[in-house]
């Protein structure tokens, strides 16, 4: 019958906990975007014959600093591109 909107205590504990939420799941929405883009470029890594782990080794070795997010709209929108920035290794 009275619900949360009509008692202050009750409604100050939901802010509470939804702020809660709220600054956990920012954090994880990064995480998961950080996943989705790792698993994007690495699956296109395996079309080219290389593993995640082998790519990201010979980008820092030829001193290439894009960072996930780049490579991964690299290789999903431009796969000639996304070739030829492995070529270059």
């Known amino acids: 019958m009275w619900t949360r909107s009509s008692k202050f205590r009750q409604a100050k504990e939901a802010l509470l906990h939804a702020w809660t939420h709220s600054f956990a799941d920012r954090k994880k929405k990064k995480r998961n975007f950080r996943r989705l883009w790792q698993i994007r470029f690495g699956a296109a890594a395996r079309i080219n014959g290389l593993s995640y782990s082998r790519l990201i080794e010979q980008l ?3 001193h290439i ?6 490579l991964s709209e ?3 929108k431009y796969p000639e591109v996304f070739g030829h920035v492995l070529a270059t290794r």
Do not use: G, H, W, Y
């Open 60 to 62: 820092k070795l030829a």
């Open 65 to 70: 600093e894009l960072d996930r997010k780049v």
């Open 74 to 76: 690299i290789a999903s």
